[in-house]
Structure formats: structure tokens, C-alpha cells
């Protein structure tokens, strides 16, 4: 895959096959900065922060529990900043292109992961939403955000942004 949106984290891009069939075989998805990959570092979206972590030993749940229902995972998507931000622009790796509206900004913090849905290198993605940062950016790139009810899903593998974090939200394109 070729990142012509510049929605992944820069440098060798973390791919794996799914765990086996189940219902969503056939579908790919992208996964935010904030989710533990095994064999990669959480980032966090910022370039400090992932010097100074060591590599994930193990799949967060969410990206475990994905792997496990057929989906495969094409890699990690850039977040604002340590996940602070709304407009989807992170100094260090750059904005992700909003495919709807390249003349604009994708929305954050979950800004990579709603440009490599609306974009097409996804069929869906994982983000983190406390406060809009996956219902922003689907809104701004044209596609939907599901966030779920709090604690529905682990965070076990996952950074969260605050006590009320919303460990997991979907990005989803329409057909």
C-alpha cells in the first residue's frame, strides 16, 4: 500500500494478517497512534515520546479482538500531538490530507485514521474520542464516527487521553 494522503505514522508501516475468517473477513483497518501494535511503538503522535517507550509486546485488545474477526490491519495512523488537538495538524509528522476537501484540514486527533477511511486505504479505522476527536474528523472528511458507550470496550494496550477517554471509535466510509 501507498500512502498518497500522508494519514500514516512515517517510517516502516506496521501491517498484519488477520487471525483467522470470522465476519469481517475481506476488510482492512487502520488504527491510531494511541493503540499498542506489536513489534511498534506507540508514538502518541509525537516523535519524543516515542524515543523514549518501548516497543508494544502485544496487540491492544481492540486491535487483537479486530485481528481475531477477520479484519487485517494496514498500518498506524498519525494523531495530533499526544491526541490534543482538533483540527488533525501534527507539527512533527505533518496533516493528513482530507480527501473530500484537500483544501482543508482533516479534523483531530484522530485525523490519519479519518483520511485513510475517506481516502480509501481503509475500510475502517480505530480512533479515540473524548471529546469529538473521531466525530470531528469524520465529519470533516465526509464519512461517519461511531462512538460507543463508555466501557463497552477494553482499553487494555491503549493510552488514554482522560478518565472519561472513550477507549475505542470507528471511522466507516459509505459505499
Known amino acids: 500500500m ?6 500514516f505514522v512515517p517510517g516502516p508501516i506496521i501491517q498484519r494478517a488477520p487471525h483467522g475468517s470470522g465476519p469481517l473477513s475481506g476488510l482492512s483497518f487502520a488504527v491510531k497512534d ?10 502518541c503522535g509525537n516523535p519524543d515520546w516515542a524515543a523514549t517507550h518501548e516497543i508494544a509486546k502485544a496487540d491492544a485488545w481492540a486491535v487483537d479482538a ?7 490491519l494496514t498500518g498506524k495512523t498519525i494523531t495530533d ?12 509528522y505533518g496533516t ?14 484522530s485525523s ?18 473524548s471529546g ?3 466525530r470531528i474528523p469524520a465529519s470533516f472528511c465526509g464519512i461517519y464516527g461511531l462512538r460507543p ?24 466510509a459509505m459505499p
Not at 34 to 43: H, K, M, N
Not at 96 to 106: E, Q
Not at 112 to 129: C, M, N, R, W, Y
Request: glycine letters at 18%; hydrophobic letters at 45%.
Open 34 to 43: 494511541l493503540f499498542d501494535v506489536a513489534g511498534g511503538v506507540t508514538g
Open 66 to 72: 479486530l485481528l481475531g474477526a477477520g479484519a487485517s
Open 96 to 109: 493528513p490530507l482530507n480527501p473530500r476537501a484537500p483544501d482543508r484540514v482533516p479534523g483531530g486527533s
Open 149 to 172: 458507550t463508555h466501557g463497552r470496550i477494553s482499553i487494555a494496550g491503549m493510552m488514554p487521553q482522560a478518565p472519561s477517554s472513550i477507549p475505542l471509535a470507528i471511522s466507516l
Open 132 to 134: 469529538g476527536s473521531v
Open 112 to 129: 490519519g485514521s479519518a483520511s485513510a477511511v475517506a481516502g480509501g486505504l481503509a475500510d475502517f479505522a480505530l480512533g479515540t474520542d
Open 81 to 92: 500531538e499526544i491526541s490534543l488537538g482538533l483540527l488533525g495538524i501534527n507539527k512533527f
Open 2 to 7: 501507498q500512502d498518497t494522503l500522508g494519514a
